[in-house]
């Protein structure tokens, strides 16, 4: 518990020092309702109280990215706005807008969740509504996780994956996630980096969080850490993870 206490008071406190989120809105989506069929759905949740929508947090620069791939619809999310991430799930994939999900609407869902901080808490949160709500998940990442419940990945996953580092003097990430069910859910990797030698471009980064996000904001800052992400979602949306 006391692993837990510090984790949160320290992301509470670099959230505190950075500015606040915009309102966001489900008409600030460009999903459309319903999703063409065969379409991929990717949520990614940025962390602290980040606005959803800036440019330069990399949950945000990936999203862009990914919408740029033919069949992907991609949308960044607060991680305190999951209700809204469900709402558009569900609008997406409500094809003839009935206000409820039939069986073969649910089966048919390609979601894939991602998220950073606290949006990698949200990642599992999210994930875990989508379980109740019986819908499946190709692919959830988490990047230096922050959350009391984001080490047990539900098991309408498919495939989970994980990046931390444990530096000191800074937030650290989850350092493991286990599937719920192993049978349902493959964990493809608890992948650890380390800051303490290894320099990350910190121009984009807010005084405060040169200051007091330590190896945590360098490693959402981290282009190695993003481009890994991105092959994962890509292999999850093509099919090709193992």
Not at 194 to 206: G, H, L, M, P, T
Request: with cysteine; hydrophobic share 40%; proline share 5%.
């Amino acid at each position: 518990m006391n692993d837990r206490v510090t984790r949160f008071g320290l992301a509470l406190l670099l959230a505190l020092v950075c500015r606040s989120a915009s309102a966001q809105r489900l008409a600030d989506m460009t999903t459309p309702a319903p999703l063409p069929a065969g379409s991929t759905l990717v949520i990614g949740f940025l962390g602290g109280y980040e606005p959803w929508n800036d440019p330069h947090r990399s949950v945000r620069q990936l999203v862009l990215q990914l919408r740029q791939l033919h069949g992907v619809c991609a949308e960044s999310i607060s991680n305190h706005h999951r209700t809204l991430a469900i709402e558009l799930i569900m609008r997406a994939l409500d094809r003839n807008h009935d206000g409820k999900l039939s069986a073969r609407e649910r089966a048919a869902a390609r979601i894939i969740l991602f998220g950073q901080s606290w949006g990698g808490g949200a990642t599992l949160l999210t994930a875990r509504n989508l379980e109740k709500l019986g819908i499946p998940v190709l692919l959830t990442v988490q990047v230096d996780s922050v959350g009391v419940r984001d080490a047990v990945v539900p098991a309408n996953v498919r495939a989970a994956v994980n990046f931390y580092q444990h530096d000191p003097l800074t937030i650290q990430g989850r350092s493991e996630i286990r599937a719920a069910d192993p049978k349902s859910t493959q964990i493809l990797g608890n992948f650890e980096l380390s800051y303490r030698d290894r320099a990350v471009d910190e121009q984009n980064a807010s005084l405060p969080r040169r200051l007091l996000g330590g190896s945590h904001a360098k490693m959402e800052l981290d282009p190695e850490v993003w481009n890994r992400v991105e092959v994962f979602i890509n292999d999850a949306i093509t099919g090709r993870l193992p």
